[in-house]
Structure formats: C-alpha cells, structure tokens
C-alpha cells in the first residue's frame, strides 16, 4: 500500500507534575470529560465522538509524551509501519493491539527525525453521540510542535505519514492530514517540544463563553482574541498548570486538493499578521518563551529544586 497514509489527529498525551491539579484544569477549566482513569493516568474526552482528546500521565518531568493520530484500517496502520522502518525512522514496536482505558485498537509508535513522539492507530472506539455544548471543546484540531529542523520534519510528514503541504510562513510550515487547513504545523525553533495544542470550538460564540470561563476561573489570554493569516482561524491562547500552551479556535479554513498552498514570501506580501483582524498584535515575550517550551522547563526545574530540597532534610 504506497499511498497510505494518516488521515486524522486523534489526541495528544502529556506527562504531567501533578495529575489531580493537571485533571481539575482539564475537566472544570477546559471543560473535558474523563473517560478512563487509571494508576497514573487519566483520558479526556471533547464534546465530539473521538475516545478522547488529552491523556494525562503523571510523571516527574512535564513533556510531550505522544501525538496521537488515526489511519483508516489496520491495513494502512501496517503499511505506514513498513513504511517507516524502510526509510529508517525511529519506530519504537511492530503495530500490536492498544490499552484498552485508552479505548483499545490496533497502532504502533515511533519518533519524527527529530524526535517528537508520535503514536498511528486505527479501529480505536469512538463514543455512540456527540455532546451539543457550543462553549466547550469538541476535538483536537491541531498540534504545532517546536523544531530546530523544520524542512525534515515536513519532508517525514509527507513523504512517510502521507500529510499534504497547506501553507509556510516565516515562523511554520503547516500540513494537512484531514479538510483542516492544517493539523500539524512546525515552529521554527529549538526543538523538539510542543509549541502549542489547539481545541476546536463549535463557533465563535462557544469560543468567547469558553475563553470567559478560562478567565473567571483565574486564567487570562495569553494571545489573542485574533484571526490567524495561514488557516484564517480564530485563537485565544492560554498557560495550562504545567507550562503548557493549549489554544481555543474555531472557523479553520476546510480544505481540499484544489487548495493552492503559498510560501513565507506570498504570505508576508499579504499583509495578515500577526492577526487579519489587527486586533491581537504580536505574541508578548511571555507567550513567545511559552510557545517555545521555556515555561514548561521552568516548572520541571522548579519542581525537581522542591523534590531535592525535600529529600535533603
Ligand atoms: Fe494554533
């Protein structure tokens, strides 16, 4: 099967300080359901039918720990495998059957040049019914990962996992796996680390309730309320308990192969940023370190300085 290839963003996983504080957020704040909760981690659920949109594995460092995406059948799933290891890609396991709290199916994970986790399944139970909640996330519609090699981990996006190129501009090359304008982007940057995850939301009154119950429970906008140029999604960004950047967005541009995607250049002549709206500005150097994982690793140093300390005594 050559032309196998992903055609989903499912979940992502993340290693998390603390899993009662982590889960609170994620459930009260971010307004999630919890599906399965067990030993040291818990799965989330959107208000759509995918299994679920964020794991939360408690360990001692914070760090991205999977991104999650679908594939059609297994017969895909163990061509995208075959496919990998021939072109030398860090596969970590021949494709088996999956946990089943994490709602079961057939995957395997391996690692992107850079070393990005990510994991590929298929047949992984969906929920019977969506919930009709316009101020509460439905899905994972996007992830943008930090790298200090951009144009290798495009190249392994579409060349191995089958994704097609929507747009690059100065700062991203943005990828398409679905009719999202983009499920994937890269930051250039340091890499490898996530630079931010993106939570559809119904439309953009449910965006604005959503980012109002984020500011009443103590967690301001970091960037935005703007409109993307590459995409033309509306965002609010915001710092999860662990340093973390998770974003609200809706009314990405849905896409198929007749979109004509555009080099950094055509996008810098267009005049769309840092928002088409001109109301948003530029990230604060706040959100920039964010973005950049900084915050992340402040709190990982913060937490093992705790950790020594108290074993000292
Ligand atoms: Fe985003």
């Given at each position: 099967?050559t032309?196998?290839?992903?055609?989903?963003?499912?979940?992502?996983?993340?290693?998390v300080?603390?899993?009662?504080?982590?889960?609170?957020?994620?459930r009260?704040?971010?307004?999630?359901?919890?599906?399965?909760?067990e030993?040291?981690?818990?799965?989330?659920?959107?208000?759509?039918?995918?299994h679920?949109?964020?794991?939360?594995?408690e360990?001692?460092?914070?760090?991205?720990?999977?991104?999650?995406f679908?594939a059609?059948d297994r017969?895909?799933?163990?061509?995208l495998h075959?496919?990998a290891?021939?072109?030398?890609?860090?596969v970590?396991?021949?494709p088996?059957m999956?946990?089943?709290?994490?709602?079961?199916?057939?995957?395997?994970r391996?690692?992107?040049?850079?070393g990005?986790?990510?994991?590929?399944?298929?047949?992984?139970t969906?929920?019977?019914s969506?919930?009709?909640?316009r101020?509460?996330?439905?899905k994972?519609?996007?992830?943008?990962?930090?790298?200090?090699?951009?144009?290798?981990?495009?190249?392994?996006?579409?060349?191995?996992?089958?994704f097609?190129?929507?747009?690059?501009?100065v700062?991203?090359?943005?990828?398409?796996?679905?009719?999202?304008?983009?499920?994937?982007?890269?930051?250039?940057?340091n890499?490898?680390s996530?630079?931010?995850?993106?939570?559809?939301?119904?439309?953009?009154?449910?965006?604005?309730?959503?980012?109002?119950?984020?500011r009443?429970?103590?967690?301001?906008?970091?960037?935005?309320?703007?409109?993307?140029?590459?995409?033309?999604?509306?965002?609010?960004?915001?710092?999860?308990?662990?340093g973390?950047?998770?974003?609200?967005?809706?009314?990405?541009?849905?896409?198929?192969?007749?979109?004509?995607?555009?080099?950094?250049k055509?996008?810098?002549?267009?005049?769309?940023?840092?928002?088409?709206?001109?109301?948003?500005?530029?990230?604060?150097?706040?959100?920039?370190?964010?973005?950049?994982?900084?915050?992340?690793e402040?709190?990982?140093?913060?937490?093992?300085?705790?950790?020594?300390?108290?074993?000292?005594?």
């Open positions: 099967m032309n196998a290839r992903i055609n989903g963003l499912r979940s992502v996983e993340l290693g300080h603390d899993l009662k504080v982590s889960a609170e957020f994620y009260k704040v971010w307004a999630l359901d919890e599906v399965a909760a030993g040291d981690t818990i799965h989330l659920r959107g208000t759509g039918r995918d679920h949109v964020v794991t939360l594995r360990r001692p460092r914070a760090a991205l720990l999977g991104v999650h679908s059609p017969a895909t799933v163990d061509a075959a496919k290891k021939a072109l030398g890609a860090k970590a396991s021949a088996a999956l946990e089943s709290s994490s709602g079961g199916g057939y995957g395997f391996l690692s992107t040049p850079e990005h986790p990510i994991c590929i399944s298929a047949d992984v969906a929920h019977a969506a919930i009709d909640d101020s509460r996330p439905t994972l519609t996007h992830v943008v990962l930090n790298s200090a090699d951009v144009p290798a981990q495009t190249e392994f996006f579409l060349d191995v996992l089958g097609k190129w929507s747009d690059s501009t700062m991203m090359d943005f990828v398409r796996c679905c009719s999202d304008h983009h499920s994937v982007a890269f930051a250039r940057g890499g490898p996530l630079n931010h995850m993106a939570y559809e939301m119904p439309n953009v009154d449910g965006l604005m309730r959503g980012a109002g119950r984020l009443k429970s103590g967690y301001e906008i970091m960037w935005g309320v703007g409109r993307h140029g590459p995409g033309n999604n509306i965002f609010s960004y915001f710092v999860e308990p662990n973390f950047v998770a974003e609200y967005t809706t009314e990405v541009d849905q896409v198929d192969d007749t979109y004509v995607p555009h080099e950094a055509w996008w810098q002549e267009q005049n769309l940023f840092p928002c088409r709206w001109n109301m948003a500005g530029v990230p604060s150097e706040l959100a920039r370190k964010a973005m950049g994982g900084e915050l992340v402040e709190e990982n140093v913060r937490c093992e300085q705790i950790m020594a300390r108290a074993l000292s005594r």
